[in-house]
């Protein structure tokens, strides 16, 4: 796959405080911090969906996180960005587990 191809940047978070408040601040520190970075197609996060039980859901999380990069090196730049570094830094502590799924589109 070309480097020049879009790349999806999709992370799940499990939290060890799983309330809603904890929640919601964990969305509104990804908005303030990873929102709006140059090279940024689409952005979005949000909480796990209620109600979604066909066998195939993953229900193992709290909130997923979605931004789709123009390339790869937009995507680079992005994980070594300060506001990403201090997205991670303000909000670590309160997760049990991040699973980062990173792939090109076609």
């Not at 949000?46 to 931004?67: E, K």
């Not at 790869?72 to 730049?77: K, L, P």
Request: aromatic share 12%.
């Amino acid at each position: 796959m070309s480097a020049d191809a879009p790349v999806a940047h999709i992370v799940f978070f499990d939290l060890n405080d799983d309330s809603a408040e904890a929640r919601q601040k964990l969305i509104e520190s990804a908005k303030k911090y990873l929102s709006g970075h140059d090279g940024t197609v689409y952005f979005s996060v949000g909480i796990i969906g209620d109600g979604f039980d066909r066998p195939v859901n993953d229900h193992d999380f709290s909130v997923a996180l979605h931004v789709v990069f123009e390339n790869r090196a937009a995507h680079d730049v992005y994980q070594t960005h300060e506001r990403h570094v201090a997205y991670i830094a303000e909000n670590k502590g309160n997760w049990k587990r991040v699973r980062v799924f990173d792939s090109y589109e076609c």
